[in-house]
């Protein structure tokens, strides 16, 4: 079994950066992906950004694309997400997850618990 971390979550004006971190602990030696998801007050689950085992092929919502970094530190066995240019619309609760086929596409398990991230001037 894998279980996922998220960290790095905060209070920042629009037009600022945070990087979150979803570390992994158990089973790393498993081949997955792994996603961001994000919830908003009273909206759905949105998916943000996911990423392949090798961290060859990554995958962006139109939302984020261009303003957000998905990448994977296999070293110490994190996947981070570098955040640009915020805007309030990106005030979430971020989760990490993980997709043990590998593809990248779900279905997506092992949830972490969470960071929040406000964007507000």
């Known amino acids: 079994q894998v279980q996922l971390v998220e960290s790095g979550g905060g209070y920042v004006q629009p037009g600022g950066s945070l990087r979150l971190s979803c570390s992994a602990s158990?089973?790393?030696?498993?081949?997955?992906?792994t996603a961001w998801f994000r919830r908003a007050p009273g909206r759905d689950r949105e998916f943000v950004a996911a990423i392949r085992w090798s961290g060859g092929n990554k995958y962006y919502a139109d939302s984020v694309r261009g303003r957000f970094t998905v990448s994977k530190d296999h070293a110490r066995n994190t996947v981070n997400l570098q955040m640009n240019n915020l805007k309030p619309e990106d005030t979430a609760v971020y989760y990490c997850?993980?997709?043990?086929?590998?593809?990248?596409?779900?279905?997506?398990?092992?949830w972490g618990q969470g960071t929040q991230v406000t964007v507000s001037s």
């Open positions: 158990g089973d790393t030696n498993s081949n997955y992906a």
């Open positions: 997850a993980a997709d043990f086929t590998g593809r990248g596409s779900g279905p997506w398990t092992n």
